[in-house]
């Protein structure tokens, strides 16, 4: 195997704490399901370098975790593919954006029942949609086309998309600030499915109020002068 630097390894390390805080928070929240899969694939800053991790679930919580670094070429350079959650497979993402720091394949409950429906997740949820101009999440459902392929051809839709339900498992989550950023990101989602499912019972979740969207995104620095035109078109 090829040698990796002190920087590299210093960052494989901080990968492992940051993980660790991410996964415990998502099972504390209850925001994984019980078979607790999740896993978490890191960009080497400055490097064609990834690091993959898993959680290595339920039933062994002392367990240390134990990441894997591939080049950008699927060659393993540091530790086993069969504990590192399999991230490999979203290499072309990381080579295709170089802004993507982080993606995460997770199992959540609400987020997963609505992966079972074969349903896109239309966002109204205000935390979620604060923080994105996408407005639906998309479902991957013909596996014939790796998963990969399907998220680039969404951003290729619109660099904006920032997720994918994968159609009877789980879901994918992708972000630019890190591991931690993105667990909080995977909560939100969880959060807004639950509610929204909840409300399927009372006659389904309904669109946002007038003025709820540009309070949101002049919140978060999203807000630009031309959505106040194509609201209205709405």
Not at 144 to 153: D, H, S
């Amino acid at each position: 195997m090829s040698q990796l630097s002190e920087t590299v390894l210093a960052f494989v390390e901080q990968v492992k704490k940051d993980a660790a805080i991410a996964f415990r928070g998502l099972r504390d929240t209850h925001t994984i399901s019980a078979a607790g899969t999740v896993n978490f694939v890191e960009r080497v800053p400055g490097e064609p370098l990834i690091v993959s991790i898993g959680y290595p679930g339920p039933f062994a919580p002392d367990a240390e975790l134990k990441p894997a670094v591939y080049d950008f070429d699927g060659n393993l350079l540091l530790g086993e593919a069969r504990h590192a959650g399999g991230g490999g497979r979203y290499l072309p993402i990381f080579r295709k954006h170089d802004d993507i720091t982080t993606v995460s394949h997770v199992h959540s409950v609400y987020l997963g029942a609505w992966s079972q429906a074969h349903r896109p997740l239309t966002i109204r949820y205000v935390p979620v949609q604060r923080w994105t101009r996408v407005r639906e999440l998309p479902v991957y459902i013909d596996r014939r086309q790796g998963e990969a392929n399907f998220i680039l051809e969404r951003l290729e839709e619109d660099a904006g998309h920032f997720a994918i339900l994968e159609a009877n498992g789980g879901s994918t989550v992708w972000g630019r600030k890190g591991i931690l950023a993105l667990a909080n990101t995977i909560v939100n989602l969880e959060e807004g499915a639950r509610l929204q499912a909840i409300a399927e019972t009372l006659g389904g979740s309904k669109s946002y109020g007038p003025g709820v969207l540009e309070q949101q995104w002049k919140m978060s620095g999203l807000w630009t002068e031309a959505d106040s035109a194509a609201l209205a078109a709405e």
